[in-house]
């Protein structure tokens, strides 16, 4: 004969409750899953939502969706075909130049998904020559890839179009009609040439 206790404990062992056991997954002595395995899911679970939020349709190979291009507009231009290696690389290159001279002249990033939006400051008071010096290059640097674009035709359009695809990473743009396609195209090809020489 048990007393109360007993028969409260064995009321509440309910058997089956709870999530299920997964199946078919590595486990530790103690029952812990592997870290691969949970590793493997967390990787499907992005992958699925980068092809939904993406349009990347199940035609697409698993490694192209978990690409580094496919994680910004520029790279998912490059993959769609519509861009060379080249040009995403000049359009690489010209979007760290533009986060560099954001990043030593203390302005803020233009984009609140290229920042910390709580962590924005200036330079403390005093500035360095070192620092003033860095920050004249990046200037220096910005203004000449700006001079290379206004230099092409149609130069104003050309400039919008390659800073609102590589620096702003618009999503809408990876749509674009042919003519701005054709501005995206140039500016790249005349940063990537520049670059070269």
């Known amino acids: 004969m048990g007393g109360k206790a007993t028969k409260v404990k064995t009321g509440r062992v309910n058997k089956g409750a709870g ?6 997954v590595e486990r530790f002595p103690c029952g812990k899953i592997k870290p ?16 939904r ?37 000049a359009g690489d290159d ?12 203390g302005i803020p990033a233009p984009s609140p998904r290229a920042q910390t939006l709580f962590t924005v400051k200036g330079h403390e008071g005093e500035v360095t020559d070192t620092l003033a010096d860095r920050a004249r290059k990046a200037s220096n640097r910005m203004m000449a890839l700006q001079g290379i674009l206004l230099r092409c035709p149609d130069g104003p359009q050309v400039r919008s179009t390659v800073y609102n695809v590589t620096v702003m990473d618009y999503e809408h743009l990876r749509q674009m009609p042919p003519q701005q396609l054709l501005w995206l195209r140039r500016g ?5 040439g520049a670059r070269g020489g």
Do not use: C, W
């Open 188 to 192: 790249l090809t005349a940063l990537r």
């Open 19 to 24: 999530r299920p056991r997964k199946e078919n």
């Open 94 to 105: 010209y979007a760290e130049a533009i986060a560099r001279y954001h990043k030593t002249t």
């Open 53 to 89: 939020i993406h349009g990347f349709d199940r035609t697409v190979a698993d490694e192209t969706v978990k690409s580094p291009f496919a994680g910004y507009t520029l790279g998912r231009m490059f993959l769609d075909g519509l861009i060379t290696s080249e040009q995403r690389q």
């Open 36 to 51: 691969f395995e949970t590793e493997k899911q967390n990787i499907s679970v992005a992958i699925a939502a980068r092809r």
